[in-house]
């Protein structure tokens, strides 16, 4: 079963405007982390933010942002402001209780001018 | 900032050829990694690695794969008999645990001819 559904392919977003990119994820666990890199074009992966399952506030860094929504099982990124830079490849994961790793398929964003 | 540095950064191979990928992990991270990512598609989890085992590994990682942690500091993934299908990024990774992310190195891109 897939642990961690991305549902947006490819995203456009217009330069300085925010942009949500989806995330779901599927666990029994009550223990988990959930966590956004970026790949740009160059092909390394960056780290974003993590968000622990008993964390009560969303997690923040800089511009981005974690939407939690623990119910749905939902961790979605809010980019604001974004920049021509975060032209990338975006990828949601999770850590289950056995601190094994599991990644969604990407969400491809541009950033247009 | 410390890093994880993976060598070489483009390996090609001749099909049926054993192939030996290297990374160097942060010097005071406990759990290792190792990645696949075929172009175009998701990060696939191959194997973690704590406390000198294997702690996970997916139902990629078969016979064919062993990962060694040879003197403290490197970390290796041995591809025995390479198959045409392997041709891939591979990326290492390691954290501290907890709620620490994975820092990932700039992949070995692997291609098998």
């Known amino acids: 079963a897939q642990k961690i559904t991305q549902t947006q392919p490819g995203m456009f977003v217009q330069e300085k405007e925010a942009v949500t990119l989806d995330c779901t994820y599927d666990t029994s666990d009550q223990s988990y982390g959930l966590f956004w890199y970026k790949q740009p074009s160059s092909g390394e992966m960056i780290f974003l933010i993590y968000q622990g399952s008993y964390d009560e506030q969303n997690a923040t860094e800089g511009r981005y942002s974690l939407n939690f929504q623990k119910a749905r099982k939902s961790a979605n990124l809010v980019i604001s402001a974004s920049q021509l830079g975060d032209s990338a490849m975006y990828f949601c994961?999770?850590?289950?209780?056995?601190?094994?790793?599991?990644f969604g398929s990407g969400t491809k964003l541009n950033v247009k001018p | 900032e410390p890093e994880v540095t993976q060598t070489p950064s483009h390996q090609v191979t001749q099909m049926g050829q054993e192939v030996i990928l290297r990374c160097v992990p942060i010097?005071?991270?406990?759990?290792f990694y190792w990645y696949r990512q075929i172009l175009g598609q998701k990060v696939e989890f191959l194997v973690s690695?704590?406390?000198?085992?294997?702690?996970?590994k997916s139902e990629i990682f078969d016979d064919q794969f062993s990962v060694e942690r040879p003197d403290g500091s490197n970390f290796t993934l041995k591809i025995r008999s390479t198959k045409l299908e392997d041709s891939a990024m591979y990326f290492c990774?390691?954290?501290?645990?907890?709620?620490?992310?994975?820092?990932f190195g700039d992949g070995t891109r692997l291609s098998i001819l």
């Open positions: 010097s005071n991270h406990l759990y």
């Open positions: 994961a999770m850590r289950d209780d056995f601190n094994k790793f599991y």
């Open positions: 990774a390691s954290r501290t645990g907890g709620r620490q992310p994975q820092h």
């Open positions: 690695f704590y406390n000198n085992e294997i702690s996970e």
